[in-house]
């Protein structure tokens, strides 16, 4: 099962990516729309906070319900679309950014998890069908650990080619 910094490093990495070779107006894509973006791919995991403090008043939230449904990636795509049409092309770029990462956070979720949910509900509340190809379900934790920690080398590898970020230490 992806970890929560797979799901922040993906994001970086895809947007970041996406921002270094092949985004036309890079003012839209600061520093912080990349952060922005890594925040939004943990994005869907808040239903975890929020059940422990429902659990405070006997209420419960269900992991990989609501906050895992294309349903919740829309809910950010929309303003998305208002704001760029009404020129405010910056502030829609956090609001893109933000439904890619949870998108992703849903596509590494319906790959990889491997667990008795058996995948994600992408229609819920409509449905309650569970979908996932649960690929690499017999790898262990530390596996999951240790492709973390090579994508990161990969990306840092990456941006010290890029960007030279030896140079701000």
Excluded: C
């Amino acid at each position: 099962m992806p970890f929560a910094v797979t799901h922040v490093i993906s994001t970086i990495i895809l947007v970041d990516l996406y921002r270094d070779y092949v985004a036309k107006h890079k003012k839209y894509f600061t520093l912080h729309t990349v952060f922005i973006a890594g925040f939004a791919g943990l994005l869907p995991d808040i239903d975890v906070p929020l059940n422990w403090l429902l659990n405070l008043i006997g209420a419960e939230l269900i992991h990989r319900t609501i906050t895992h449904t294309t349903l919740f990636g829309l809910v950010f795509l929309i303003p998305a679309f208002i704001l760029w049409h009404n020129k405010k092309h910056k502030v829609a770029m956090y609001f893109f950014v933000t439904t890619f990462g949870i998108l992703l956070h849903l596509l590494l979720d319906y790959a990889f998890v491997a667990d008795a949910a058996g995948g994600i509900m992408f229609f819920y509340p409509f449905s309650t069908a569970t979908y996932g190809l649960n690929l690499l379900q017999n790898v262990s934790a530390g596996m999951f650990a240790a492709m973390d920690a090579i994508i990161l080398m990969l990306w840092l590898w990456h941006e010290e080619m890029k960007h030279k970020i030896s140079d701000f230490i």
